[in-house]
């Protein structure tokens, strides 16, 4: 009887480990049947694209996560950097150093988060969710309220290949094998988890929980803005909605692959990277559809409390198994 109740809880176990994953591959599937542009080459190529800017946001994102945290204000980032940028652009500035000043905003930025959730001890939810309204009226400030029109040079940055592959893509991929590289294999990445898994614990080892913390939030600004670039050169616009939902869409790519929003569990790869790419081809899904923006943001706030929702399950097991 204890060993068919034990292996009932070890297949509920499973199920509740790989819902999420399940739901979203079940999903991916009805579009597929209802939409014969889904499974065709240019559009998977379109989504690499898309998916390529989704993972530099999920990789800074990710980081935050897995301390506890969390960073509600990585598309406002974007946008306020590159506000930012545009007054350099005016002024005559080179996209070389246009883009120089862009990232280290976003790093700025990013610090700032830092030093609030370390200093002020705010939680990140609320802290990150007051900056994101800052930076946006800080950007239609600078911005006076408009879209901003680039240069058609900024182009380059989305259109340039190399061996047939565009470059958002490979510099995603790059910050992908860089940042598992540094959760899984150094002293920093080991600090990340340790914070994430129990703060009290990690102090006690010796590790400083106030700098691994203001570092994660640097590195979501930096990886923030290397997004946002990418997404107005393939318009070369500065959009009012730059980086609009890019937080939500972050945070579900992020739990999806395996990322607990209770922190100190995840990898980067190859969860953030599968977690993406099923985000991407929902949302891409939806678009070939034809989805109306109404229901889009409705599907999107539902996929949101799905995952929330069976990452607490899930999570709650898991700590009920250790006591």
């Not at 929980?209 to 203001?214: G, L, N, Q």
């Not at 994660?216 to 803005?225: D, L, N």
Request: hydrophobic share 55%; charged share 10%; net charge positive.
């Amino acid at each position: 009887m204890e060993k068919g109740i034990s292996l009932k809880r070890k297949y509920l176990d499973q199920a509740l480990k790989n819902s999420i994953l399940l739901i979203s591959l079940l999903f991916i599937i009805a579009i597929s049947l209802l939409s014969n542009k889904f499974l065709t080459i240019p559009n998977f190529l379109n989504i690499f694209l898309t998916m390529s800017t989704t993972l530099l946001f999920c990789i800074g994102m990710s980081y935050t996560v897995i301390t506890k945290g969390i960073d509600l204000s990585v598309g406002a980032i974007a946008y306020s950097s590159i506000a930012v940028g545009s007054r350099a652009i005016r002024a005559g500035w080179d996209i070389p150093m246009t883009i120089v000043v862009i990232i280290l905003v976003g790093a700025f930025v990013g610090a700032i988060n830092g030093l609030i959730a370390v200093t002020l001890k705010i939680y990140p939810l609320l802290s990150t969710l007051a900056m994101t309204y800052i930076l946006k009226g800080l950007s239609l400030t600078v911005l006076n309220g408009n879209s901003f029109k680039l240069d058609e040079s900024w182009n380059v940055l989305s259109a340039t290949e190399l061996l047939g592959i565009r470059l958002p893509i490979i510099v995603a991929l790059i910050f992908l094998i860089m940042a598992q590289i540094v959760l899984a294999r150094t002293s920093f990445g080991r600090w990340v988890t340790a914070v994430g898994d129990n703060e009290k614990t990690a102090k006690e080892k010796g590790i400083n929980v106030a700098a691994v913390k203001f570092s994660v939030y640097v590195i979501s600004g930096i990886m923030s803005t290397i997004a946002g670039l990418f997404l107005v050169s393939r318009v070369t616009m500065i959009p009012t909605t730059l980086g609009q939902g890019a937080d939500f869409t972050a945070i579900i790519a992020a739990v999806i692959g395996g990322i607990s929003l209770t922190g100190g569990k995840g990898s980067i790869f190859p969860g953030v990277l599968i977690g993406t790419f099923i985000i991407s081809m929902v949302s891409n899904g939806l678009m070939l559809m034809k989805t109306s923006p109404m229901v889009f943001d409705i599907a999107n706030a539902l996929l949101v409390l799905i995952v929330i929702v069976l990452d607490t399950v899930r999570s709650n097991r898991e700590a009920a198994k250790l006591h």
